[in-house]
């Protein structure tokens, strides 16, 4: 495995996982809430009165906040390497893998693991593992990117 020194961020990536941890602390110290993004993303697929706002607000700020770090700096280019219909296929499998795994990377990776919560200290390793043994199986033993 080669570093490629000219894409290496170590501050900015500091800066980063320290914000997803003060935004994942704050909402649940004020909010009571996690900030797990399946959590999230499903409560606005199943309205319930008074949830709805954060929720909004949420996953807004996901999405406009890339649009705030350009004015600090250059965004990356995107580059996907991968055919439309294997984007498809990859969401449905994150999407079912979200529902059987009772939430996702960031609500268990993230906020579980923090709480020290037993669902999530078994959970985040085995998305971790099938993350790993995915990427192996797809560029080593089948050959696609």
């Known amino acids: 495995?080669?570093?490629?020194?000219?894409?290496?961020?170590?501050?900015?990536?500091?800066?980063?996982?320290?914000?997803?941890?003060?935004?994942a602390a704050i909402l649940i110290l004020l909010n009571g809430r996690i900030a797990g993004i399946s959590g999230?993303?499903?409560?606005l697929?199943?309205?319930?009165?008074?949830?709805?706002?954060?929720?909004?607000a949420f996953v807004?700020?996901?999405v406009i906040s890339p649009f705030g770090y350009q004015f600090?700096?250059?965004?990356?280019?995107?580059?996907?390497?991968?055919?439309?219909?294997m984007l498809v296929v990859a969401g449905l499998l994150v999407g079912c893998g979200t529902r059987f795994g009772a939430g996702c990377t960031s609500?268990?990776?993230?906020?579980?693991?923090?709480?020290?919560?037993?669902?999530?200290?078994?959970?985040?390793?085995?998305?971790?593992?099938?993350?790993?043994f995915t990427v192996y199986l797809v560029r080593h033993l089948i050959g696609q990117v």
């Open 1 to 23: 495995m080669l570093i490629n020194w000219e894409q290496f961020t170590p501050w900015s990536s500091l800066a980063g996982g320290a914000l997803i941890g003060a935004a």
């Open 40 to 43: 999230v993303v499903g409560g």
């Open 45 to 56: 697929l199943r309205p319930t009165s008074g949830e709805i706002s954060w929720r909004v």
């Open 60 to 62: 807004a700020g996901l």
């Open 72 to 85: 600090i700096r250059e965004l990356p280019p995107i580059q996907i390497d991968a055919s439309y219909s």
């Open 107 to 132: 609500g268990h990776g993230v906020c579980g693991l923090s709480r020290f919560s037993p669902r999530s200290l078994v959970a985040a390793p085995l998305f971790m593992t099938a993350g790993f």
